[in-house]
């Protein structure tokens, strides 16, 4: 076997089901789940028509490059949404399906890192999706990961990364709105960071799942192939995106995301993929582009998060060090107590289960950034959101 499996550490949810089976929890409350950022919110019945009524078409081999269609609903969307260029974007070079970002993001680190160059690093936030630990272990690099406290407002502080560190970088993974913290970074910020991959030569890969739950309609998360774009940078050198209908679309079961920027990387990462055998089903690629074209169920979506934030950050107002975030659907509470053991007490006395920020973080700099946090996933229908969070100042105040 390959032994660099052996690095791969258990997945958060599993570690939280043992901090659960280790205390009995009360019966006569209903279970209420803020642990697992998967959406709740109907999916959009007319994709769900548009896949059934396409069902004939999985007689067919799908191609691992998509149907033309696809590609340019998704130019469409980004050239609109990020306020690209007109015809920078390409549907032929510039994106490519993949099912869900999930498996992009781990298949691109295999893809990318070239492990002829001694001792490769990718670099990634902390707390952190753990795919990108997953990734970076398994394509022979080192991550490296960067704190995201309150003193950086959640965003890594790449000023404090070694020469020695840079130098090693072959892949960034950034994480905009962030999952856990839902901090967005800022298209300044993202400019500074494409002149630091041109300087040490590395590629950027932007996780952006998150990016159209936001609470402004007027003002959106900025994105990397945005910044791009304000550089005049239209060949969106070094710089990859990865999209995702699973949360915009609450479609987290059709596996529908996109990757999408420089096209020469594209170009080999699809003569990877062509091998992986990730083409997907035709049925969901037609499905995906009525999704893509459609902008109204994804403001209803972000009007029913900006009511459920509201209400929870109502009631938690005054019990626990917690704001709004930027964006994305999860709440980041400091807690008055270790997180791991919060989350296990809150169980045992409420029966709500969120998630320790520990499990979703390393220790580097010798602080495990994590620790002293929750995430809390507002992913319940309202009526939940608002028990969970009356039952969490319950528990609070008996503390
Ligand atoms: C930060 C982040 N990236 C990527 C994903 C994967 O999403 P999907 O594979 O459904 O697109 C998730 C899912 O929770 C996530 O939180």
């Known amino acids: 076997m390959n032994l660099d499996l052996n690095l791969l550490h258990p997945y958060p949810f599993e570690k939280l089901a043992a901090l659960k089976a280790a205390v009995t929890q009360p019966a006569d409350l209903k279970d209420i789940m803020l642990s697992i950022g998967e959406p709740k919110h109907e999916p959009p019945a007319f994709v769900l028509e548009t896949l059934v009524k396409n069902l004939n078409k999985l007689s067919n081999y799908p191609t691992t490059k998509g149907i033309p269609e696809l590609r340019e609903a998704i130019a ?56 990108y630990e997953g990734a970076a272990l398994l394509s022979g690099a080192e991550p490296h990961f960067l704190n995201c406290t309150p003193a950086n407002n959640f965003i890594p502080d790449f000023d404090s990364v070694s020469e020695d560190v840079w130098q090693r970088t072959q ?39 998150y990016s159209e739950l936001y609470f402004d309609e007027k003002n959106p998360p900025a994105g990397l192939l945005q910044a791009c774009a304000e550089l005049g940078r239209d060949d969106f050198s ?66 029913a998060y900006n009511e459920k934030f509201d209400a929870v950050l109502t009631i938690l107002d005054g019990v626990l060090d917690v704001k709004k975030p930027d964006a994305s659907f999860y709440l980041w ?37 994590g620790e002293d946090y929750v995430r809390l996933a507002l992913v319940a229908p309202l009526a939940e959101c608002i028990d969970a969070a009356q039952r969490i100042k319950s528990f609070v105040q008996s503390l």
């Open 76 to 131: 469409t969307w980004a050239t609109t949404r990020f306020k690209l260029h007109v015809g920078s974007f390409t549907a032929d070079k510039h994106a490519l399906p993949v099912n869900g970002t999930r498996e992009a993001l781990f298949a691109f680190a295999q893809a990318t890192i070239d492990r002829t160059k001694p001792d490769p690093i990718i670099v990634s936030p902390n707390p952190f999706y753990q795919i």
């Open 171 to 209: 892949l960034l993974f950034v994480c905009s709105p962030g999952n856990p913290t839902g901090a967005v970074m800022s298209s300044a910020q993202l400019k500074k960071l494409i002149s630091l991959a041109d300087k040490y030569d590395f590629i950027i890969a932007s996780d952006e799942c």
């Open 238 to 303: 070094r710089c990859v995106v990865f999209h995702s209908l699973s949360k915009r679309s609450n479609l987290p079961g059709l596996r529908s995301g996109f990757v999408a920027g420089d096209a020469k990387i594209l170009e080999k990462f699809l003569l990877y993929r062509t091998y992986h055998g990730c083409a997907m089903p035709v049925p969901t690629q037609l499905a995906s582009v009525a999704a893509w074209q459609d902008e109204t169920h994804v403001i209803e979506n972000r009007k």
């Open 333 to 369: 509470p400091k807690t008055p107590i270790k997180g791991e053991l919060f989350a296990q007490k809150l169980f045992e006395t409420q029966k709500v289960t969120v998630l320790p920020g520990s499990y979703l973080a390393r220790e580097a700099d010798g602080i495990n950034p």
